[in-house]
Structures are given as C-alpha cells and as structure tokens.
C-alpha cells in the first residue's frame, strides 16, 4: 500500500471511509482536549472530512494535510471557501481565513510547518496505515506535537483475519505500545458498533469494537 493507493481511491470514489457528518466522539470529548478559539488545531491525513469545518465552528485555526489535491478541492468545494493555493513546506497549500491545507505528504511536514499547535485529532489516521508504517507515524506525529499537546485518536478492533484493512485493526495494546513512550495515554471510551457498520459487516467482520483515547504529549 502505497501512496498511489489512496489516490487511486479518490480518484474512483472509492471513499468508503468518508464521513458525512462530524464523528460524535470529537463531539463528546471535545472539551478534553483543552483547546479555545484562535487556537492552532492539526488533523493528519484529514481528506475532506466535516470534522475540519466543525472544528473550524468552535473558532480553531485548523492545519490539515492530505495527500489527495481531489479530496482539497472537494473540501474546498463543499464548504464554499474563497481562499487561495500557495507553497508552504514544499507542497501545494491552501489557505482560507483559519484554514491552512497541505496537500502532500505527512512525514515531510516540520514542527514549524503547524505554528503553535495546541491539539490534534486522528479519526482514521493510524487505522489507514499497515502495521509496517505505523511506527514511524506515531513517531513523527510525536516530533511535531509540542509538550502538553493532546491528541483525540479513534480506532477499530476487530478479527484481522475477517478482512483486510484499511480500516486495519489496531487494539488498545498495540495503539498503547506505539505510543506509550511519547505519550501520557486515556482511554475514554470502548464500544461494541459492528450494527452502525454495514460496510465492514458486509465484508465480513463480526465484531468492530471502537474506542477512543486521549494522548497528552509528555
């Protein structure tokens, strides 16, 4: 899996695991993650995803990068921004007043690149990502959030061997052990939601357990 993959993905319409609407965990925990308007917000790997505009709601700057200039453009599209494409980090970036888009790749981004970040959030990041990448993901995401940042991360559980990712299955103990050296770790809540899963039930999955879990940067 590669980055062709995913482009192929948007470029089909093949985005299954695109959400309509703002996912009701960042809802519900919101308030944890200790952030207020002006703040700088980041979402990794963001596609086009109305959790930016939620966030963008609560009066954050919010700083996303995605590989895919369809799904920018889409997002762009869909929430009738008027803003205007420039360089930035070394990749094509769109900025609209308190939105800043990369449109590249993840691991080429610098500290410096997301200002003065004070949280970020992680719905379909890591579970994107195949067991051989991971590591290097959370180690990078590490590196570019500050000292007592928090982060929302969302995950799956469920039987590898039912299907393939992505998602991909990452449980409490692997998500734990990626990032347990670089973080303080949360869990805050755990669910059984294979019913509200029609997709991954159609595929073969008997049981998709979802959690949540907040990670402040040490």
């Known amino acids: 899996m590669d980055e062709k993959f995913w482009l192929r993905r948007w470029e089909t319409g093949d985005i299954g695991f695109h959400k309509e609407d703002p996912h009701h965990y960042l809802q519900r925990f919101y308030n944890d993650l200790h952030v207020h308007p002006g703040d700088q917000f980041f979402v990794p790997l963001c596609g086009k995803s109305p959790d930016l505009a939620w966030l963008h709601g609560r009066g954050l700057n919010v700083t996303g990068i995605e590989l895919s200039r ?83 991360l969302i995950s799956y559980d469920y039987d590898q061997h039912e299907t393939h990712g992505p998602p991909f299955s990452v449980p409490i103990e692997e998500m734990t052990g990626l990032f347990k050296d670089s973080f303080e770790i949360e869990l805050l809540v755990e669910e059984e939601v294979i019913r509200s899963h029609q997709g991954m039930a159609a595929r073969g999955v008997t049981k998709l357990t979802e959690f949540a879990v907040m990670l402040t940067r040490q």
Request: net charge negative.
């Open 70 to 152: 369809l799904a920018v453009d889409a997002f762009i599209s869909e929430n009738h921004l008027n803003g205007e494409w420039t360089t930035s980090a070394g990749m094509p970036c769109y900025l609209d007043r308190g939105y800043k888009l990369y449109c590249g790749d993840f691991f080429l981004l610098k500290d410096h690149d997301l200002g003065d970040v004070r949280a970020a959030y992680d719905r379909g990041s890591l579970v994107a990502l195949p067991p051989e990448i991971r590591d290097r993901y959370t180690k990078h995401l590490a590196w570019l959030m500050p000292t007592g940042s928090r982060t929302l």
